[in-house]
């Protein structure tokens, strides 16, 4: 029995969540083109973890002499302390998240710091939000690695929502590319791009890696008639190879601003054939990825 898909956000905000990383400048940057470009409202939102972290101690004298509750109340005490500074720092990144937000994109931006998992917290309000804006990796990411932050792949497995993945650095958007392969997934893509005023007016590509029968040529021809019926200029083109390195090599040498592609399934067996190609794509494109399902 098919599944019925989400309907397509067409209201609600564009949420850009923020933490103390290089990324920061560029979440609020192209958070704020999309709301503007949306004619949707901006919130940032900053999660603060709850985690403790090892005091060091001097245990070298004799224990029988340390006190258990001093030494609970030591530790409370540096933990209240940490979480205090933590909180005034997320109060100052989205602070001066807002003020980027206006002084680069004239977007006026809401604010909110919560407690606990990113994921949890845009699970919470997702009915109300048309897009999320992440950075590729987060505060705690090793940056010297091409690997995805720790949160970027719970975020898009979890939620229903497009969610924008962005690189470091922002750079205005007047090139997207469409990877296309004739799936549900790729044919909702177009549904979107068709639909949304958020890449309106902006030059199209759409690619297809690998073979096709006759099948997959009249879904790749539906698709370009109604992207043309929604004002969209769309360059086909056919490529062979692997759909990893394809992709990729096309957006570093296509002047690609935007790569738009399905996210990951729900399911175990559509993560083993779809999640390999999304989480390397993430890591190897230096241009925001726009994920949906």
């Known amino acids: 029995m098919a599944t019925t898909q989400p309907p397509i956000p067409a209201t609600g905000r ?14 609020t940057e192209y958070a704020a083109w999309a709301a503007s470009r949306l004619d949707a409202p901006l919130e940032l939102l900053h999660t603060l973890e709850r985690v403790l972290t090892p005091v060091a101690l001097d245990f070298s004298g004799n224990l029988a002499l340390v006190s258990q509750e001093a030494l609970l109340a030591e530790l409370t005490a540096v933990d209240e302390q940490r979480a205090t500074l933590a ?57 010297e690695r091409d690997e995805l932050g720790s949160q970027v ?7 229903h929502r497009p969610v924008l993945v962005v ?18 997934t790729s044919r909702r893509c177009v549904d979107l791009v068709s639909a949304s005023p958020l890449l309106r007016d902006l030059a199209c590509e759409v690619l297809l890696v690998g073979t096709v029968d006759a099948a997959i040529s009249a879904h790749v021809d539906a698709a370009l008639d109604q992207l043309r019926a929604a004002g969209f200029d769309p360059r086909p083109n056919l490529l062979p ?6 992709i990729a090599q096309q957006v570093r040498d296509h002047g690609i601003d ?28 230096q241009v925001p990825v726009l994920l949906l399902r």
Do not use: W
């Open 14 to 27: 564009v949420l850009g969540a923020v933490d103390p990383s290089p990324y920061a400048n560029a979440v």
């Open 87 to 143: 909180q005034e720092q997320g109060r100052i990144l989205l602070e001066q998240a807002r003020e980027h937000a206006t002084r680069r994109h004239g977007v006026a931006a809401t604010t909110r710091q919560c407690h606990g998992l990113l994921v949890e917290a845009l699970l919470d309000v997702e009915d109300d939000v048309r897009l999320f804006v992440l950075g590729k990796r987060g505060a705690n990411a090793d940056s």
């Open 153 to 159: 792949e719970r975020v898009v497995r979890a939620v």
């Open 167 to 184: 690189p470091p650095d922002y750079r205005p958007v007047t090139r997207f590319l469409i990877a296309f392969d004739g799936s549900a």
């Open 241 to 246: 190879g692997s759909p990893e390195t394809v």
């Open 258 to 285: 935007l790569l738009v592609m399905g996210a990951y399934g729900h399911s175990r067996i559509r993560n083993l054939i779809v999640g390999s190609t999304t989480t390397q794509l993430l890591r190897s494109c």
